[in-house]
């Protein structure tokens, strides 16, 4: 499945922004995605995931961002979004959003645990 995020931008602390997320290639409702942030030097964080369908669709979120950001998806438009509100200056990064091959009774939060990556997009958040 190829991924192409989009959706980044500047805006101000406590702003909002959604991301989107278009697949293509393969249904996307058939993986469980999700989206990753890194900032320049550091690691990709988790940020947010979605189960692939028939596994309940359940969703978890990192602790920084829980209550803040939404992760949905459309599986008629093969499309993911993250919907983020309350935007803190440490939210800057580039966003990428993510797919995996393989299947986990839980929450899979680890880089290395998802297979298809889009090529990101920046957000930037201005205190």
């Known amino acids: 499945v190829q991924l192409q995020a989009s959706g980044g931008g500047s805006v101000q602390a406590g702003g909002s922004l959604r991301l989107s997320c278009a697949a293509s290639?393969?249904?996307?409702?058939?993986?469980?995605s999700a989206w990753f942030r890194q900032t320049p030097g550091k690691e990709r964080e988790f940020v947010a995931t979605i189960r692939r369908s028939g596994s309940g669709s359940g969703t978890w979120y990192a602790d920084s961002v829980k209550g803040r950001f939404t992760i949905s998806r459309d599986s008629a438009k093969n499309m993911m979004y993250l919907q983020m509100n309350s935007l803190k200056f440490e939210g800057t990064a580039v966003y990428y959003c993510t797919a995996a091959e393989r299947h986990m009774v839980g929450f899979m939060t680890r880089a290395d645990d998802y297979t298809y990556w889009g090529q990101g997009t920046q957000v930037t958040v201005s205190s």
């Open positions: 290639g393969r249904t996307l409702s058939r993986y469980t």
